[in-house]
């Protein structure tokens, strides 16, 4: 089945930098275009960025434009977003998605943007 694995989060200052990763399984990873979202407490998911399946093109949300970067390695499965310059309001949980059917979420991973 689709698994969906997100790491790399943890508590980083203000002005600081992450990567996380998604380490997908179950499907034909080179495949299938990925996009990273992330969750406030009683908020909804707010998508963040998308990447096609070749890595060649990409697209994100204004509030992360130019801070972030989404990647990605079709040998090792993986997603990565690469978030710089971060800021308070980043703080929530990052989970990695499929474009189109048979789709999950995973767990995601946490980061915390304090000081």
């Known amino acids: 089945q689709v698994q969906l694995v997100e790491s790399g989060g943890g508590l980083v200052q203000p002005g600081g930098s992450l990567r996380l990763s998604c380490v997908a399984s179950?499907?034909?990873?080179?495949?299938?275009?990925m996009r990273w979202y992330r969750q406030v407490e009683e908020n909804e998911r707010e998508w963040l960025a998308t990447?096609?399946?070749?890595?060649?093109?990409?697209n994100y949300a204004e509030a992360v434009k130019g801070r972030f970067t989404i990647s990605r390695d079709n040998a090792k499965n993986t997603v990565y977003l690469e978030m710089n310059s971060l800021k308070l309001e980043d703080t929530a949980v990052y989970y990695c998605?499929?474009?189109?059917?048979?789709?999950?979420w995973g767990q995601g991973t946490q980061v915390t943007v304090s000081s």
């Open positions: 998605r499929l474009i189109g059917s048979n789709s999950v």
């Open positions: 179950g499907f034909e990873f080179s495949s299938r275009a």
């Open positions: 990447i096609t399946a070749d890595g060649r093109t990409t």
